[in-house]
Nanobody
Framework: QVHLVESGGGSVQPGGSLRISCAAS????????MAWFRQISGNEREGIAA????????EYGDSVKGRFTASQDTAKKILYLQMDNLTPEDSAMYFC????????????????WGQGTQVTVSS
């Protein structure tokens, strides 16, 4: 059984930075994708970044390109998200997700989900 545990959320002022992490356990398929999504209450989950652990490929959602950077520890199956130049519009619950095989930024394609970590950007 796959478990995903997010950490590192919190509060930050506009223009600030945060790094969140997601550690996966129980993954047996060497070709898998981990991704970050965010959700504001009542809205659909928005794909932020996805990383293919076999192909070493990253894709980003349009709203965060140039500000957010995904990185990984392949051996430990950890996905990080460095978030820079944060704005209040980035405030949301951030979720980590996983699926076997190829990456996508569509939430419905993912099989496993973490509990989420809250990010709040305000002055």
């Amino acid at each position: 059984q796959v478990h995903l545990v997010e950490s590192g959320g919190g509060s930050v002022q506009p223009g600030g930075s945060l790094r969140i992490s997601c550690a996966a356990s129980g993954v047996t398929n060497p070709h898998f994708c981990m991704a970050w999504f965010r959700q504001i209450s009542g809205n659909e989950r928005e794909g932020i970044a996805a990383f293919d652990f076999l192909l070493n490929k990253t894709e980003y959602g349009d709203s965060v390109k140039g500000r957010f950077t995904a990185s990984q520890d392949t051996a430990k199956k950890i996905l990080y998200l460095q978030m820079d130049n944060l704005t209040p519009e980035d405030s949301a619950m951030y979720f980590c997700a996983r699926r076997d095989w190829y990456c996508t930024l569509y939430a419905t394609s993912f099989w496993d989900w973490g509990q989420g970590t809250q990010v709040t950007v305000s002055s």
